[in-house]
């Protein structure tokens, strides 16, 4: 099995660090930016985990912060998106547009927090430490943000198409 530092292993390395990047920034840029950013950076991030080596399952992987953290972070995500935050999922059903149930917050922040893990363990200082993030990448990919990437994937394109980009 090819190792995970092989191959485009720092295609996954530089695409988390850019995402991360961007809602480390949050402060400092708009809604319609952090739209735009996010339609570049998703599809880059759903390349680069997708071609990463298949591994072994690992652990289920411990949470990097508490949910009081992550909800404040949702917060700051939600109201910088305002009215771009809601779509419908494929199954819903209801025609109120106030209980659609899908939120590119949720997606963004729940991204954010399993690609910081990544990171964070690519930071210690030991030689198994990349194959660790490889296999956490992959593993809460399939078990967990994957979904959210590819929901945030589809309204970011949504978003993009209705306002002509």
Partial sequence: MMTPVAGRFPEMVQAARTYCGLIDRLDTI?????VEAASRLLPRLHAAV???????????????????TRFALYRRIRRKLGQRDAYWLEYDQLPLEEEMSGSLADDLTDIYFDLRRGLQLLDEDSP???????????????EHWGEHLVDAERHVFHLLRAHGA
Avoid: F, K, N, Q
């Avoid at 708009?30 to 952090?34: M, S």
């Avoid at 660790?132 to 399939?142: E, G, I, L, P, V």
């Fill in 50 to 68: 997708a071609s990463l080596p298949a591994c072994e399952r690992g652990a289920a992987t411990v949470p990097l912060v508490d949910i009081e």
């Fill in 128 to 142: 198994v430490a990349p194959v660790r993030a490889a296999r956490d990448w992959r593993t809460s990919y399939r």
């Fill in 30 to 34: 708009g809604g319609e930016h952090l």
